[in-house]
């Protein structure tokens, strides 16, 4: 599976160069899909015509469109999730939060609706693994 060839990958980068190369948010976009029980073909599809600077949302998917962030710790001491990248805009439906551990399994997922994600952190500036604990979750 290209997944796990590509965390295979990654994880050796890192434990030759120090810092594992940024796979984080393409991995999380095609875990999230999984998590919604999207099937791989369709995500393909999606995935076929996008960019890496599609506006407002990651993919969709049966007229959905998802945004999706993820964290990732490094392993090293120290190091924990404490800042979850917050949305910039609102052109999408749903927010999907995925936590990984240092080797890329998922930990944790939390789903939000825009209107509820919006309600809950327009004003807020710092965004918090425990702030995104308050959606819905997936696992």
């Known amino acids: ?19 594992a190369p940024a796979i984080t948010s393409t991995l999380s976009e095609y875990d999230a899909a999984v998590l919604i029980g999207m099937p791989e073909a369709d995500y393909c599809a999606d995935c076929a015509t996008a960019t890496a600077v599609r506006r407002g949302h990651d ?25 979850v990248a917050k949305a910039t805009n609102y052109d999408w439906d749903e927010l999907i939060w995925v936590l990984y551990d240092t080797q890329y399994n998922v930990v944790e997922a939390w789903q939000w609706s825009c209107s509820d994600y919006r309600d809950r952190f327009d004003a807020v500036t710092r965004v918090s693994p425990v702030h995104m604990r308050e959606g819905r979750p997936l696992l």
């Open 1 to 19: 599976m290209l997944r796990t060839e590509l965390i295979r990958v990654a994880l050796a980068w890192q434990a030759r160069y120090g810092v």
């Open 59 to 83: 993919f969709s998917w049966r007229g959905i469109r998802y945004q999706v962030k993820a964290n990732r710790p490094s392993g090293r001491r120290g190091s924990f999730v404490t800042l």
